[in-house]
């Protein structure tokens, strides 16, 4: 288990959205955080102090590491990006994180992994992380290496973790395949709190989604990590309807991406070089 009131957890990525939701659900009770992104992070509190870097800078990579108990390793390409930077980034970055990690002594890693390592599965079939993942991208493809190498430092070395297959984080639903995949700010802290907490997670790998009625996935993971999400994207369910958005749908069967993973699996997946 790891400390909240003394272990230093270091949070890469933290001035994105889901480190911003992190900050603002864990920084009450995680007294000695440590952030790091490409960006500068605003509006520090007392108990977060930051590290401006590249994870792909090793040296530097290796020095906030210092004193570190756990990582959460959220920075990475998400969104447009070149191949290259897919690959300096998401690739040779998650492994100067976790090889730094580890050089360390760090007993504990949440990764953010993403429902792209399992989208080539159709959206009828109840997808459990002990299935064999599915890569709809190159994209999802690094996030499940970024798994392997966990479970190769888990046997290797000990190194617990655990790996979060995120649906769709934002702030609310945004569409009708979000009804099933929406994570909300609030349940993505819970879930990286009990992540860190467990007493010992092994090498898990677990969806990341809110209490959504209609969820695609099933987990049995959610009861050995003690995840009990509260939020519902069927609560929002009226606001989407006055978007436009044909929330009935689903209740015909008809889901608009026939795959788990959304118009990824669909779409061209090299990106512009
Ligand atoms: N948002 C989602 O729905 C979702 C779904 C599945 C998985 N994920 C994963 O969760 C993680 C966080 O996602 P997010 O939505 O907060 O994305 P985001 O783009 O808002 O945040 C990513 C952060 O990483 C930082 N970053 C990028 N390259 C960097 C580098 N070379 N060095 C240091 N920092 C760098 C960016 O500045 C940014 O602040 C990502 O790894 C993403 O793949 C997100």
Same mark, same amino acid.
């Given at each position: ?24 659900? @864990? ?5 000695? *955080?440590?952030? %790091? ?12 102090? *930051?590290?401006? !870097? ?16 756990? $990582? $959460? ?9 070149? @191949? ?9 970055? *998650? ?30 079939? +109840? ?9 709809? %991208? ?25 790996? @979060? ?5 934002? +702030? ?8 099933? %995949? ?16 467990? !007493? ?17 996935? $099933? ?55």
């Amino acid at each position: 288990m790891i400390n909240p009131e003394t272990d230093r957890v270091l949070i890469t990525g933290a001035a994105g959205a889901i480190g911003t939701a992190l900050r603002a659900g @864990l920084r009450s009770h995680w007294r000695r *955080l440590r952030l %790091t992104d490409i960006r500068p992070v605003p509006d520090l509190a007392d108990n977060e102090e *930051l590290v401006v !870097a590249d994870v792909t800078n090793r040296p530097a990579v290796e020095e906030m590491m210092r004193g570190v108990k756990a $990582v $959460v390793h959220l920075a990475g390409m998400v969104g447009s990006y070149t @191949l290259e930077d897919l690959f300096r980034v998401n690739a040779r970055g *998650l492994f100067d994180v976790f090889e730094s990690a580890r050089l360390a002594g760090v007993e504990r890693i949440v990764f953010a992994s993403s429902n792209h390592a399992f989208g080539f599965y159709p959206i009828t079939e +109840k997808v459990s992380p002990a299935l064999p993942p599915r890569p709809d %991208t190159t994209y999802g493809v690094f996030k499940v290496w970024g798994e392997t190498m966990l479970q190769h430092y888990f046997d290797r070395y000990g190194i617990r973790s655990v790996s @979060l297959r995120i649906g769709t984080f934002r +702030k609310e639903p945004i569409d009708q395949r979000s009804l099933a %995949t929406w994570l909300s700010p609030a349940d993505v802290a819970h879930l990286v709190d009990v992540s860190l907490r467990h !007493a010992d997670p092994g090498c898990m790998v677990v969806n990341g989604y809110s209490n959504n009625t209609r969820l695609k996935t $099933v987990d049995p993971n959610w009861a050995t990590l003690g995840y009990r999400p509260k939020d519902n994207a069927e609560d929002h369910r009226e606001a989407l309807r006055t978007k436009g958005v044909d929330v009935d749908a689903p209740d015909r069967g008809e889901w608009e991406w026939p795959e788990h993973g959304g118009s990824f699996p669909r779409t061209p997946d090299r990106p512009p070089r």
